[in-house]
């Protein structure tokens, strides 16, 4: 924060206080207020901040409360847009381990696939690797990363410490801050209350997974209350040798030093364990004709005949460790090759669609069965530690007249550090000798998973901003409308940098940055070690940095809103004004300048923008008759994207904030009322995301100029697309520009949630949604269109020297601008998706107590890609449903209440392949389109989860 940022927020808060400090010098004491033991109000009575979610009015799965407007609290379902709220007591009910398992039961929502693992609540996928802060799709479009306490964070809140979960989908930055087409998550962490309890959790599973959870609250005094929250949890899989830890604290303080004053602190300090990265593994030997190989082989000719290609051209070294042999050159020497697709799905098609080279001699891919479900080639060290931090503060007052203040900060910071290197591609060892002598290789004919020494992530993320809102009641026309404004200073900052480790061999030539320096590892399936050995024991190691980008972004905000309730509250609306100041910076680590003795990069790609964006946001709800309504916004929001690569014309991208807007309308509903109630909607939205950063490529461009200026004896070097690159002709995807792309959605959804009493909770939501994609590179269409004759007729013309790579370059342009094809749905998007999760607890029996639950989740056709050459002809993995149970019961031990409950994930055992992709694969002429891609469903799970009061 600098300086002058500095003296303002230290201005602004003397200021208040001193201002606070007045008001309760000359207001008059307030009346004695009596309330029943235990209440949370059992002191002076106060005027509650507007600032403030009162999460103890949620009453079962129905949340009372939310923020909007300018940070002002009201009524959920008053509140216009599309908005829903997982309480403590649904979390608490499906026994989750972490906050993105619930994700998936969210209305409209995808859990986000990394890599080729699909997060959900029966999958360990999201635990991998590291916290992205985004753990959903709503809509079938992009979200924004998660929220804490409606302050953008450096990581996600673990569930231990989370309150309520709101899922706010579509755009809407009044109402929620910034906020993709899909929309956005928040989380509420615990926050200290005003009375005494203590709470034990104790949870485990069949995996052999085991945790523990302690919730402190204490009533210091009248005016201090403080909680504290600790969790240690050891997270096993059904995969082998991946296990998740992690080590948690977190504490809140509440003081009310005047009366209608009050000042919060809240701090999370979290330490995790995540295990490497849980894929589907690729082969590379479908093509093998499965004859030995005796000695290198130079012929690339020889090479594809036998379905096979070299580690490394000959004369060049390819270092490789294998556990029992040490270290080995495997520079010139042969190794299996195929298609790279999941290898039990080649597998499933067998040597019908994947025929062996040698057919009659030896089987194709069917040679082997792919490993089991659970199995896992990555070791220990590819494990990455993460360290966050988070803390908020917040100053609120209310003055006698109704006038509200606030000054609120956050300051995060999230660390990863440890291993980005995947043992994920399976191979067979053709060798029938060890590389470089006669003795034979103990492995010819074994599979086995590949990767090389290294590459390190050191990734840093860091999030401050402090904001001031003011916000006053207007009593008009029989109503109440909160008038609000408030200013908010943002700072962002990420350092992510890769490194390798590699070999420093005393006497050589080779740049440390050569890639012969790097240590390729084979780990045999039939020898999986759970640890690598200490390689800087052994030989003498170096880390070398291979990437790094630095981005620091500000944002700087003001708003002014309103939101009015009149004719007794059964008609409400919202309507603000917002304008943001975005200014990015961002350093690249030139590669192509690493210091060849140290690795260091020397030259760092500058760039810097700056944007401004306007959003507005207007929406009502009214009540025509007690328990039906109507509702209607619309909604704009923003994205601040980090794309560095400049555009055709040479400049950097003008504006670094992408715009998005939604409009909805539907129903509402509400019956009943007290413990006794069912609150539902269902609506129609449209959403849409402009001008989004669309990467293309243009090497192949400017090889047509320069093969064009070769043919003709003209320079055309002018016509150059320019890029980070130095060569403009390569084709890396480093050398290409930005343009854009727009998405669109729409859809219905409706959903529905329901307290009958204190026995049964329930929720149901469901959604239709469709997306398309338009307007894609409409510059590089307008640059490339009218130059495609002459770039035809170099390819075309027989004096060409560079005819056949010229034919090859033309054809890509072609391919890639068919690819646009604009209106077409993007893939992953649902034909339909619902959930069902209810609990019944028995009422004044015998079994009094005693709670059921079961839920589904019902995944419709998704969308996974199209026939070749066919763009609109879609084509779908097939539905599936996950089933989930439970059964919990609260007796007495002692004088203690203990709570048992039994959660079942995948109750009846869903197993079949879930596809994600889909590969056109054409033999003898005929197209075979191949889904792809399997997420691994948790197998049938069972946890325990052990409750204790105190």
């Known amino acids: ?564 309730s009149y004719l007794k509250d059964s008609l409400s609306f919202i309507a603000g004004f917002r304008r943001d100041l975005s200014m990015l910076d961002t350093l690249n680590g030139v590669t192509a300048t690493r210091d060849a003795r140290t690795g260091v990069f020397t030259e760092y790609t500058p760039d810097s923008r700056k944007a401004y964006n306007n959003t507005t946001t207007i929406g009502f709800v009214y009540f025509p008759i007690k328990w039906a309504g109507v509702y209607a916004n619309h909604g704009e929001g923003f994205t601040i994207q980090t794309v560095t690569n400049k555009r055709l014309d040479g400049s950097f991208t003008k504006a670094n904030i992408v715009p998005a807007t939604e409009r909805t309308a539907g129903l509402r509903f509400v019956l009943g009322h007290g413990d006794t109630k069912l609150v539902g909607s269902v609506g129609y939205y449209k959403a849409e995301q402009k001008n989004i950063p669309y990467s293309v490529g243009v090497g192949n461009i400017n090889s047509l100029w320069r093969d064009l200026g070769l043919f003709e004896n003209k320079d055309y070097s002018s016509r150059y697309i320019e890029t980070f690159v130095g060569d403009h002709f390569s084709t890396g995807s480093a050398n290409s520009i930005t343009s854009s792309r727009s998405l669109y959605g729409s859809g219905w959804e409706a959903s529905v949630t329901a307290n009958l009493g204190k026995a049964f909770r329930l929720t149901v939501n469901g959604a239709l949604p469709k997306t398309k994609q338009a307007e894609t590179a409409l510059d590089y269409l307008a640059y490339v269109t009218p130059k495609m004759a002459t770039w035809t007729a170099l390819a075309n013309n027989a004096a060409n020297p560079n005819r056949a790579t010229d034919t090859t370059f033309v054809a890509q342009i072609n391919q890639f601008i068919s690819g646009f094809a604009d209106g077409r749905s993007q893939d992953r998007t649902y034909k339909y998706r619902y959930n069902v999760f209810g609990v019944y607890t028995m009422p004044a029996t015998r079994l009094k107590g005693l709670r059921l639950g079961a839920g589904v989740q019902v995944y419709g056709p998704s969308q996974i890609g199209n026939a070749i050459g066919l763009p609109y002809e879609y084509v779908y993995s097939k539905s599936y449903n996950l089933v989930s149970g439970s059964i919990g019961y609260t007796f007495r031990f002692g004088n203690r209440k203990i709570d048992v409950q039994v959660n079942v994930d995948n109750l009846l055992n869903y197993d079949s392949p879930v596809y994600n992709g889909l590969f056109a694969h054409v033999i003898n002429g005929v197209t075979y389109n191949i889904p792809y891609g399997n997420k691994a469903i948790w197998p049938r799970a069972a946890r325990l989860t052990l409750t204790a009061p105190f």
């Open 1 to 564: 924060m600098k300086p002058h940022t500095r003296k303002l927020v230290a201005i602004v808060a003397v200021s208040l206080l001193t201002l606070v400090a007045a008001d309760a010098q000359t207001a008059a004491p307030s009346p004695r207020v009596t309330k029943g033991a235990g209440s949370a109000q059992d002191d002076d009575s106060i005027v509650l901040s507007p600032f403030t979610v009162s999460i103890e009015k949620d009453t079962g799965y129905i949340a009372a409360d939310t923020l909007n407007a300018g940070r002002l609290s009201t009524n959920a379902l008053m509140t216009p847009g599309s908005f829903e709220a997982m309480t403590r007591d649904f979390l608490n009910d499906l026994g989750i381990f972490g906050t993105d398992e619930a994700s998936a039961w969210m209305t409209n929502a995808r859990p986000l696939e990394l890599g080729a693992v699909e997060t959900n609540s029966m999958n360990p996928g999201g635990h991998a690797l590291a916290d992205s802060g985004t753990n959903v799709s709503l809509r079938g479009l992009g979200a924004n990363p998660s929220t804490r306490n409606y302050f953008t964070s450096a990581s996600t809140p673990k569930e231990y410490n989370v309150e309520r979960a709101e899922t706010a989908r579509g755009p809407n930055a009044i109402l929620y801050g910034e906020g993709g087409p899909g929309g956005s998550v928040n989380y509420l962490t615990k926050r200290a209350q005003k009375r005494n309890f203590t709470t034990l959790r104790i949870r485990m599973d069949d995996n052999l997974s085991k945790g523990v959870a302690l919730d402190v609250n204490r009533k210091l005094t009248d005016k201090l209350d403080v909680r504290y929250n600790v969790n240690a949890l050891d997270k096993r899989y059904f995969i082998d040798r991946t296990q998740f830890k992690e080590f948690d604290n977190a504490v809140s303080l509440v003081y009310r030093p005047f009366r209608n004053t009050s000042i919060s602190v809240d701090a999370d300090i979290t330490k995790n364990t995540r295990p490497g990265l849980i894929m589907t593994y690729g082969e590379q030997y479908a093509k093998w004709d499965h004859q030995p190989v005796t000695a290198p082989i130079t012929a690339s000719a020889t090479l594809t005949a036998k379905g096979l290609t070299n580690w490394s051209t000959v004369g060049t070294r390819s270092l490789t460790w294998i556990d029992g042999l040490g270290l080995l050159d495997f520079g010139g020497y042969a190794r299996t090759a195929g298609y790279g697709l999941a290898q039990y799905i080649e597998y499933g098609y067998g040597d019908s669609v994947f025929p062996s080279m040698t057919p009659a001699t030896a089987r194709g891919i069917s040679a082997m069965k792919p490993p089991a479900r659970t199995f896992n080639g990555n070791p220990k060290e590819i494990e990455v530690t993460d360290h966050a931090k988070d803390a908020q503060f917040s100053i609120d007052h209310v003055f006698d007249n109704k006038l509200s203040l606030q000054l609120a900060g956050q300051y995060s910071k999230y660390e990863a550090d440890g291993g980005n290197y995947y043992f994920t591609t399976i191979y067979m060892d053709p060798l029938y000798y060890l590389p470089n002598s006669t003795q034979l290789n103990p492995n010819y004919g074994k599979p086995f998973v590949y990767s090389y020494l290294g590459r390190n992530i050191d990734a840093d993320r860091t999030s401050k901003s402090v904001r001031f809102v003011v916000s006053y009641p207007w009593k008009f026309l029989g109503g109440t409308t909160n008038l609000s404004m408030f200013l908010l200073h943002q700072q962002q900052g990420s350092d992510t940098a890769y490194y390798d480790k590699v070999i420093r061999t005393p006497g050589s030539t080779l740049a440390i940055t050569s890639g012969q320096n790097q240590i390729k590892i084979f780990r045999y399936l039939d020898n999986l070690t759970p640890k690598l050995p200490d390689f800087s024991k052994m030989y003498d190691i170096v880390s070398i940095p291979t990437a790094q980008g630095i981005n620091r972004q500000k944002t700087q905000a003001i708003e002014v809103a309103a939101a009015g």
